[in-house]
């Protein structure tokens, strides 16, 4: 139609501003503690809502541990719940002093939901850190492994194809990022692994009866240095921290796959 000309009137469609997805937090909370199974771990840990902030959950974080860097990392990012594995209450009171209190009051401004889960996160077959690792490094006829209080957390395997202990560590590295430390107490091959997140240099003894050649952990003890040479089996240290950070990562998104809620890791590495 020519320009100017009378009786055209231009149409302005309206486009619906995208819903964004939320989830009651009472709601989320019972979802976590059922999925985890939370009451049913022994642990030290005081695991579930620790803190409680906003009723709605829009935006999740995730994070290995609770620090006021992780917590104010999760607030700068406008997350609603704080989701960790390390939290901050283990078994005792303390008072809301010194550092304690400032993470407890950043968290209570930010009205941030802080949500913990250790043992259970460690051990769940579908999200857990050995769960996890156990299928990053394709272990096959996978079973329960690494006794805590008479609960097995961890997990063993077998790889598809046996490698070198160098191959090995040097597979394991890639996938944590973390230079590892071997104990080589065992022999030059790997085939049958055990895997226990963290502190797990306890589960040598028991690797061994189960006729594993190496355990895969996190950190040494001093007091568990000899067990490799001792007991004959080979022990890759591959970092806490490093261990643990894929239990966190997979629930968020796990969250996501159910809730729809948008998440991110919060990366802190402790180089422990």
């Not at 994070?63 to 700068?76: E, Y």
Request: hydrophobic share 40%; with cysteine; net charge negative.
């Amino acid at each position: 139609m020519p320009e100017g000309q009378a009786g055209y009137t231009a149409r302005v469609t309206q486009v619906p501003e995208p819903q964004v997805p939320e989830v009651g937090r009472d709601d989320l909370v019972k979802w976590l503690n059922d999925y985890l199974k939370v009451g049913q771990w022994p642990d030290p840990s005081l695991n579930g809502l620790q803190i409680q902030g906003t009723d709605v959950i829009r935006r999740v974080a995730a994070s290995v541990d609770t620090s006021l860097q992780t917590l104010q990392a999760a607030a700068d990012a406008g997350a609603d719940i704080l989701l960790v594995h390390h939290g901050l209450f283990w078994g005792k009171p303390l008072p809301v002093t010194g550092p304690h209190g400032q993470r407890i009051r950043t968290a209570l401004m930010a009205d941030l939901n802080l949500y913990a889960a250790h043992i259970p996160l460690d051990a769940h077959p579908e999200v857990g850190n050995n769960a996890m690792i156990a299928g990053a490094l394709s272990l096959q006829n996978t079973q329960p492994f690494g006794d805590w209080m008479g609960h097995k957390i961890g997990m063993a395997g077998e790889l598809p194809r046996e490698l070198t202990l160098q191959d090995f560590a040097d597979r394991v590295q890639k996938l944590t990022g973390e230079i590892c430390l071997v104990h080589g107490g065992g022999g030059p091959i790997v085939h049958r692994v055990g895997i226990v997140s963290g502190e797990g240099s306890g589960s040598v003894a028991e690797a061994a009866a189960l006729g594993l050649d190496t355990l895969l952990t996190g950190e040494p003890a001093h007091k568990h240095f000899h067990d490799a040479f001792e007991h004959g089996i080979n022990v890759i240290y591959a970092g806490h921290y490093e261990t643990e950070v894929f239990g966190v990562r997979a629930l968020a998104a796990r969250i996501e796959d159910t809730f729809g809620l948008p998440w991110q890791f919060l990366n802190f590495p402790t180089g422990l």
